[in-house]
């Protein structure tokens, strides 16, 4: 029972991160917030029930300032190409083999992609990810080889060097 509660108010304090991310620091936005962050966190349970491998505690307190500056550095990147005089963009796809085997990790890992610098997780078939760029000239797999390290330390997953 206790592994559920802890399960259940980690899950609405991410939901409640994100919530703050999105909205901002306006409190009424809480009147939204408040059942939006319920809902998420019920539907999360229903659909993703508690097992008992769950992400290590200090990784993902070291993962959360990773993920707020990431999520701002891809928003600045993005505006600063689409707003430039001469927009600095060459969409594509790109594929990049995981080496995640947790499906959770692999989920984690597709839904954060999109935070990197004009970059979009459009979708996963086994260890394939396929991502969308803004700009094919760039080259991002080292970032995503860097993020794909972190969410394996989040589940403690060996098999990255």
Known sequence: ?????????????????LWLILAGTDPWSWLIGLPSVALATHASLALSPPRRRRPRVL?????????????LRGGFDVALRVL??????????????????????????LDTVSLLPGTLGADMHGQRLRV????TGV????????????VAALFAREGHG
């Open 1 to 17: 029972m206790h592994r559920h509660w802890t399960t259940v108010l980690a899950r609405g304090a991410l939901f409640s991160l």
């Open 59 to 71: 990784a993902l307190l070291a993962f959360i300032p990773y993920f707020v500056a990431q999520s």
């Open 84 to 109: 430039a005089p001469r927009p600095r963009i060459a969409p594509g796809f790109i594929d990049y083999h995981t080496r995640l085997t947790d499906p959770a990790a692999r989920v984690l890992f």
């Open 132 to 135: 969308h760029a803004i700009d």
């Open 139 to 150: 080259d991002v797999r080292p970032e995503l080889v860097a993020l794909e390290q972190r």
